[in-house]
């Protein structure tokens, strides 16, 4: 059984805060600052060029993304590391259409996080060839699926009320029509038990800002299925997915496997905080984080809904049905997530009107859920959101 | 005029080191790491989700941006930083194409960094349509823009040679024909005055770690001409290009000005490491390092051909027409380099034969110059290359 305390004590937490808020960016791993700090001046400093092979940077990439593997269900050698997730979309997804040429649809959903939608459509508008995008709502995606459909784009776990796709099932639906699938695992990896290979995913990727604890901007992860490592053309073939990058040929060929996935040069200092942030792993099982958070959720749904009647759930009830996050709405989501921030419950607001909490039992136990239930039933039962300064527009929510 | 003790006070460089690779990974500016670490504990470790707007994250990229806008002679507000050199060389070219949709050529040479040629190739194979890359020596370049050429794409200085094109003339030449330019500053900003603007350059792009000291792996920049603000259309259409990211809007609309070049979550602490890394232009002129930086390579040439009949320059001779450093080919150049470095003396190894040192006058001396051709003589003169360590092949060279 994980030892809760002591995945808590590799966190840098600041007093006086309860933080539900680790859906979006996770706390400050305590050994990334030793770690980092070593970098920056036993690496960089004394090593300089030579870190690239002295100090493994090169290597990073592939090294860390078969950690990560391990808690996706991912082969050894079938995931690596770098640029931003909205990058990661944009790589799978031209490489998936490109594996299913005679297909014309990129299919998706409302719930997917809007960047992915952007991405599709960004993509789609430099190929032209009558591709399109098809969004429809979450729970009508099994019956679109159908003979026209070149690639399902989906994210596990809805970015606004925590609903999870069944990616097993979707999986299975999309090849037995003749698709390929595309899985964004944003609100997944590190929250709960992922099976990449088991559920037959052709492509996924995700970011290492949330449930990993990578840091405020961290690198994303791309998987590829092995079956498709020597025939997947990366769409954007930078150098160090290149067979030989300093051979410096003038003509690209992809390199081997997963390799060829990587772009530009690895973000060296961020993938050390990365790699500091993802110990917590050898010391946690994510079947106990999944139950614990499945707890810790259903506790606070019913902590508020007994003193918050104003408030919706706008969550799954069933645990199993649900991610790491809790939602609810109200036509007030925005002043009363400010208040809630200003008395030191931190979560966020998703427009149009959800606030949103995640708890993640790394970090996060039951004083900190009845903490922050209590809290919002004096704010939502009180008005206290009800002051100009918590109606004021920050730059991000 | 420039203090350079001053400059060089500012970097940490390692005992019995002669650092000559600042063209491939600058040293350790001392204030990143205060910066860094002052980042994760007060900023991503207290104010947590909070930072990006209390730390001002979320308007690093382009703050960041304008300082270095300022060394390349862009207009205030037409850079961002993000991703990869490789990403962004993506990004320009993807849009410079749209921009010019009747033509079919993409002209560069093959003195261009080998990436940016890949990134080309596979644009242009995902965009089909019978887009062709033309690929010419570099003295064929001028003779070679005519009608057909959409984008002319270019890295200013050979990262082999230290060959310097002429952007204005170039530039001038290509829009005369009726073809947009993409430049890659890659070896030249933070090396010498580029004016972006006076040129008339459409896009440029480059990355931090060389001459801007960023780190290994630091985040790229791109500039936009502000004539094509509101027409370029991002490729990379992500959700921080949005024109209101957090509306969580389904359909992409494009921000404003160069935001819309913008893609995923911005790199924080990298961004933070090289904010630090630009204090040193606050104290340094360009103009100032150009003239040094023109006369260390000059003295390094000088007193290697006087020492090393057998080493051929293979770099300009004229310090006008020649980046920030100076090669020298030799059939045993692999090895030459590996004894060097063995001695302290860090240059680098480029494919097939060169031998590359780069003179960063913010952090480089006479001293050094004469240090290094001293040994480079010992170890040429005396065949002290010829030992079995020296020709095993790194990762990374």
Redesign the interface.
């Given at each position: 059984m994980t030892d809760f305390a002591a995945t808590r004590a590799q966190f840098?937490l600041?007093d006086g805060?309860i933080?539900l808020?680790g859906n979006?960016?996770g706390?400050?791993p305590i050994a990334?600052?030793r770690r980092?700090?070593k970098m920056?001046?036993e690496e960089?400093?004394?090593q300089?060029?030579?870190?690239?092979?002295t100090a493994g940077?090169?290597?990073q990439p592939r090294r860390i993304g078969d950690r990560i593997g391990r808690l996706i269900g991912a082969e050894q050698g079938a995931v690596t590391m770098?640029?931003?997730?909205?990058?990661k979309v944009?790589q799978a997804l031209?490489s998936a259409l490109?594996l299913n040429p005679s297909r014309k649809v990129v299919l998706s959903d409302?719930g997917n996080?809007?960047?992915d939608?952007?991405?599709a459509?960004?993509?789609l508008?430099?190929?032209?060839?009558g591709l399109t995008l098809k969004?429809v709502e979450p729970e009508e995606v099994e019956a679109a699926i159908d003979g026209s459909v070149a690639v399902l784009m989906l994210t596990e776990v809805d970015y606004r009320t925590g609903r999870l796709h069944d990616m097993r099932a979707l999986t299975g639906r999309a090849h037995a029509a003749g698709a390929l699938t595309v899985w964004d695992l944003a609100h997944s990896a590190g929250a709960l038990p992922v099976d990449v290979a088991g559920a037959g995913a052709d492509f996924a990727v995700g970011?290492t800002?949330k449930y990993l604890n990578g840091?405020?901007?961290?690198?994303?992860f791309i998987y590829v299925a092995p079956r498709h490592h020597e025939t997947a053309?990366?769409?954007?073939?930078?150098?160090?997915?290149?067979e030989a990058p300093?051979?410096?040929?003038?003509?690209?060929r992809a390199g081997r496997g997963i390799e060829r996935m990587r772009?530009?040069?690895?973000?060296?200092?961020?993938?050390t905080?990365l790699d500091a942030a993802l110990d917590v792993w050898d010391i946690a099982s994510i079947e106990d984080v999944r139950a614990k958070s499945i707890a810790l959720c259903d506790l606070f749904i019913r902590e508020v809904e007994e003193r918050c009647p104003d408030l919706a759930l706008a969550s799954p009830r069933d645990g199993q049905q649900r991610g790491s996050q809790v939602s609810f709405r109200h036509g007030q989501g925005y002043a009363i997530m400010q208040a809630l921030?200003a008395r030191g419950v931190?979560g966020?607001f998703?427009?149009p009107d959800a606030i949103r909490f995640g708890f993640t039992p790394l970090y996060i136990g039951e004083e900190e859920v009845l903490g922050a239930a209590r809290i919002l039933a004096e704010i939502v039962g009180g008005r206290l959101w009800d002051r100009p300064e918590y109606h004021r527009k920050?730059?991000?929510?």
């Open positions: 840098h600041p805060v933080y808020d979006s960016l706390p400050l990334a600052e980092v700090a920056l001046r960089w400093g004394e300089l060029i030579r870190g690239w092979n940077w090169m290597v770098g640029d931003t997730l909205s990058i944009y031209a490109e409302s996080f809007p960047s939608l952007y991405i459509q960004g993509l508008a430099s190929l032209g060839r969004v970011c800002y840091g405020p901007g961290a690198p994303a053309r990366p769409a954007l073939s930078g150098w160090l997915g290149h300093f051979a410096f040929d003038l003509d690209y772009v530009g040069t690895p973000p060296v200092m961020a993938l905080a921030i931190i966020d998703r427009a920050a730059l991000v929510t």
